[in-house]
């Protein structure tokens, strides 16, 4: 094996959501990128392949609009309970767009990578980072890469280091991050079926699946159209259900599809269906997220948010952030500033995860849970404000149903944390 050295200013590991973006950014402004990807593009990646107004915002942000323009665009949500279905549009904002798109990780992830890389970034696929060297005052002085094409390993010696490998993360947890496991942690399957609604304008989410005793579960399954002849289906399923680890999630999906609308035409004995599933690492659960030169990007940080299962908006966002810390850290030569990661996280998503936190730790009580989606279903009044809350799209500039939710949800949190737990006794951190 031979031993090649390079030098750079950020190496970036991982080029999924958050690291194609922290990529794409720091690329941006000029700086000498690194971005090292184990996978050959295109390749799988185990999801849902739902875009929310949200990382539709961030992929236009990046020049990604004509690539958007491809893929399947859809208007709004179509909630299913307890047989009564709800369909609402996507709300406005004075920021985020009023739609998504439903686009497989397959070609997504290709085409974000290759926008950074057009950017500047020397993406290198098929090249995996296998340790990190620390000096003796905590810094990283080197990473080893293996060019798994050549089975060569390349010393990279980065002045800056982005972590963003994703929910496993074996290189965040080699740097000493792990999950704080009092905090929710979501797990999803999902599969590719054939159908007759593959171009459906809205994308389905069922709030009523059930255990194997007909409990309903703190979770949701979903059917999201591809436009392709396809569409994504899965199930999601939160740990703040108590025995969660119990639960067969290969029969719940069976049981899913098999229940799912007769419209949508799914079949497990469908060819193309084989599932595959994921962890869902949520509210900011991972820490710590900086070191003296590096810091952590998108799943590696547990950032999905707990409310949905969205994680693809929260891996570009916090790419990005991460991509602002460093501009300044290298611009003003001061290594300190990275310490301002931890700080702008939590202006941006400190409050609203505390509040996601507690939610899904309520609804974890199957009748608290029962209840909050018979009481949706029945009412746009209800679910409008709900939906917006959910997928994290309040208005900064407006008081309104959802905004007004929110804040009472937070108030009553703090009234909690201040006076130990007397008040609410549901709501928890
Ligand atoms: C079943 C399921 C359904 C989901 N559905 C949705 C959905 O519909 N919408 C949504 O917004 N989110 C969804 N999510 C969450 C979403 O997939 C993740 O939050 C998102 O992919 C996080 O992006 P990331 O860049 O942090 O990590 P990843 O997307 O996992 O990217 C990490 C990248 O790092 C690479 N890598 C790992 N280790 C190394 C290494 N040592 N060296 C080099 N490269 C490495 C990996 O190959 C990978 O490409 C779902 C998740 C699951 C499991």
């Not at 849902?48 to 859809?74: C, I, N, W």
């Not at 997504?108 to 090249?127: I, Q, R, S």
């Not at 993360?169 to 159908?195: C, E, K, V």
């Amino acid at each position: 094996m031979e031993s090649n050295r390079i030098k750079c200013d950020v190496l970036v590991i991982g080029a999924g959501p958050a690291g194609a973006s922290a990529s794409y950014w720091l690329a941006k402004s000029g700086f000498n990128v690194v971005t090292v990807e184990r996978k050959k593009f295109p390749r799988e990646k185990t999801c849902g392949d739902g875009l929310t107004p949200r990382s539709v915002y961030q992929l236009e942000a990046m020049g990604m609009s004509s690539f958007l323009k491809t893929t399947h665009r859809y208007e709004g949500l179509r909630t299913v309970a307890f047989g009564k279905e709800m369909e609402l549009s996507w709300p406005s904002h004075p920021e985020f767009p009023e739609v998504g798109y439903v686009v497989t990780r397959y070609r997504l992830d290709e085409a974000v990578a290759k926008n950074a890389a057009n950017a500047g970034a020397n993406l290198l696929t098929y090249h995996e980072a296998l340790s990190v060297k620390l000096n003796g005052d905590k810094q990283v002085q080197e990473v080893e890469v293996l060019d798994k094409a050549t089975n060569e390993t390349i010393t990279v010696e980065p002045r800056y280091l982005i972590v963003a490998d994703g929910s496993n993360s074996r290189i965040g947890r080699m740097l000493g991050a792990s999950r704080n496991r009092d905090l929710p942690m979501g797990l999803a399957l999902r599969g590719y079926f054939s159908s007759p609604l593959a171009s459906d304008r809205y994308i389905e989410s069922h709030l009523d699946i059930r255990s194997e005793t007909g409990e309903i579960l703190p979770g949701y399954g979903w059917i999201f159209p591809l436009g392709d002849g396809r569409v994504n289906a899965g199930i999601g399923l939160l740990s703040t259900l108590g025995k969660w680890k119990e639960v067969n999630t290969t029969k719940l999906m069976e049981a899913f599809i098999k229940g799912a609308p007769k419209r949508w035409e799914l079949s497990i004995d469908d060819p193309i269906y084989k599932g595959t599933g994921g962890k869902l690492p949520m509210g900011l659960s991972i820490s710590p997220r900086t070191g003296k030169n590096y810091l952590m990007a998108g799943d590696a940080t547990g950032s999905i948010n707990p409310m949905n299962g969205e994680g693809i908006a929260y891996g570009y966002e916090t790419g990005k952030i991460a991509a602002m810390i460093l501009t300044d850290c290298i611009s003003l030569n001061d290594p300190s500033i990275i310490n301002r990661y931890d700080q702008l996280l939590e202006e941006n998503y400190g409050e609203y995860y505390k509040f996601a936190r507690s939610f899904v730790k309520l609804i974890g009580n199957p009748t608290i849970m029962r209840t909050a989606v018979g009481l949706g279903i029945n009412s746009k009044i209800v679910m409008r404000p709900v939906v917006r809350v959910m997928a994290n799209l309040m208005r900064p500039d407006h008081l309104g149903p959802s905004e007004a939710l929110f804040k009472a949800g937070v108030a009553a949190i703090d009234a909690k944390d201040r006076i130990g737990g007397i008040v609410t006794g549901g709501f928890s951190r």
